[in-house]
Structures are given as structure tokens and as C-alpha cells.
């Protein structure tokens, strides 16, 4: 079992920059991860993954913008966002597939069985 905190967020104007983080309370190294997030009225969606290996991949939406990365000493998982648009804004949550995960690529919600609370992110124009 693996409880994920996420941090960071906030507020931008369009253009701007900003970081979410997610520390883990166990080790991570087998897990993969990733980033979602819900917009009001909107389904929950996903942002970016990575998997044990460091692979990652990128909704079409924030391709280019996003860099998904983690640190598995620091048991920690950030996402920098980049050139925000007023559509980036929703809250973001941090998810774990484990505690062991296979090599494929996990993007859908019922991959992840280990979800944060999340943090919220808002755009203005």
C-alpha cells in the first residue's frame, strides 16, 4: 500500500510555468506512474505516465509543454507545465500502478490503484 501527497500547482497566466509534485510514503522503483486530471464536468483524463524504466508518454494536448519525470530515492513524482493555456486548468492528481508493474503502457484511469488527493491548477486568459 502506497499513499501519494501531491503539492505545487496553483495559479498562472496563460503562458506561464508551473510544477506539481507527488511524494510516495513507500518506494516507488516498481511502480509506474502517473499524472491525471479533471476539469470541472469533464472526465478524469490522463496527462502523462512514466514507467519503471523512465518511459514516458504524453496526452496530444500538452505534448511539447509537459515534462513528466521522478525520482525514485526521493520517492518523488513532478510534472513541470509549461506555456499553460486556460484549458490546463483542472485538478491534477497523482497515480501509482503496483507494487509491482509490468513494461507495457498504462494510460487509462482503472490502470492505477493508488491515487492522491489532488492539487489544483487554474489558467487565467
Known amino acids: 500500500q502506497v499513499q501519494l501527497v501531491e503539492s505545487g500547482g496553483g495559479s498562472s497566466p496563460a503562458g506561464g510555468s508551473l510544477r506539481v509534485s507527488c511524494v510516495a510514503s513507500a518506494d516507488i522503483t516498481f511502480y509506474c506512474m502517473g499524472w491525471f486530471r479533471q476539469a470541472p464536468g469533464k472526465e478524469r483524463e490522463v496527462v502523462a505516465t512514466?514507467?519503471?524504466?523512465?518511459?514516458?508518454t504524453y496526452a496530444d494536448s500538452v505534448n511539447g509543454r509537459f515534462t513528466v519525470d521522478r525520482d525514485n530515492a526521493m520517492r518523488t513524482l513532478t510534472l513541470d507545465m509549461n506555456s499553460l493555456r486556460p484549458e490546463d486548468t483542472a485538478i491534477y492528481y497523482c497515480?501509482?500502478?503496483?507494487?509491482?508493474?509490468?513494461?507495457?503502457?498504462?494510460?487509462?484511469?482503472?490502470?492505477?490503484?493508488?491515487w492522491g488527493q489532488g492539487t489544483q491548477v487554474t489558467v487565467s486568459p
Open positions: 497515480a501509482a500502478r503496483g507494487p509491482w508493474c509490468g513494461g507495457a503502457v498504462y494510460q487509462r484511469r482503472d490502470d492505477y490503484n493508488f
Open positions: 512514466i514507467g519503471r524504466g523512465g518511459g514516458t
